[in-house]
Every structure is written in structure tokens, then in C-alpha cells.
Nanobody
Framework: QVQLVESGGGLVQGGGSLRLSCVASGRTFSSYVMGWFRQAPGKGREFVAALSRGGVNTYYADSVKGRFTISRDNAKNTVYLQMNSLKPEDTAVYYC?????????????????WGQGTQVTVAD
């Protein structure tokens, strides 16, 4: 069992930056592929980024590519999402998720554990 707790959300002006963090419980963090998803008001949850267990391979949604960076520190049981050049359409609740596989996936159903989410609001 893995428990995930996100932090770092908030209100930011368009063009600004935020860094989200997600801390995982347990001793097997390095065995999980980690992902970030988001859900905007009135919309479904969508894939944002994913990262392999060793932190080498990264995957991004086209909408965030070049602006967001996912990374992890296995010694701290933490995955990060650095978000730059934020746009109002990035406004959403952001969730981190963990899956016990060897290859990152973009599908929501592939992930086994989820955090409670952190709100990101980007003002015009």
C-alpha cells in the first residue's frame, strides 16, 4: 500500500511558475512508476506527465510539453512537477499517482494509487 500526498498548488498569474511535490509513504517508492494527472472543472481527469522508476524516461501530454518537467528523488520518496509558463487553461486539481509496472502509462486505469490532489489556479 502506498499513500501519496501532494502539495505546492496555489494561485499564480499567467506566465508564472509553480512546483508541485508528491511525497509517498513506504519503503518501495523506487519500484513505482509515477505520474501526474489533472482535472479541470467540468472535465475528465487527464494525463499530464509520467516518469520511469529510475527517473530516466519521461512522458508528457502535448499540451504541457516544453513547459512542465517531471522529476523524482527516490531518496526522499518524492516526485515533482515543475510548471513554467502557466496558462489559464492549466487551472485544475493536480493528482499524483503510482503504478507498479516497468513502463510508464498515460491511461488513468493503469495507476494503482492516487493522492487527494492539489488545486492550481492560473489567473489571466
Amino acid at each position: 500500500q502506498v499513500q501519496l500526498v501532494e502539495s505546492g498548488g496555489g494561485l499564480v498569474q499567467g506566465g508564472g511558475s509553480l512546483r508541485l511535490s508528491c511525497v509517498a509513504s513506504g519503503r518501495t517508492f523506487s519500484s513505482y512508476v509515477m505520474g501526474w494527472f489533472r482535472q479541470a472543472p467540468g472535465k475528465g481527469r487527464e494525463f499530464v506527465a509520467a516518469l520511469s522508476r529510475g527517473g530516466v524516461n519521461t512522458y508528457y501530454a502535448d499540451s504541457v510539453k516544453g513547459r512542465f518537467t517531471i522529476s523524482r528523488d527516490n531518496a526522499k520518496n518524492t516526485v515533482y512537477l515543475q510548471m513554467n509558463s502557466l496558462k489559464p487553461e492549466d487551472t485544475a486539481v493536480y493528482y499524483c499517482a503510482a503504478e507498479r509496472t516497468t513502463v510508464p502509462h498515460t491511461a488513468i486505469t493503469a495507476y494503482d494509487y492516487w493522492g487527494q490532489g492539489t488545486q492550481v489556479t492560473v489567473a489571466d
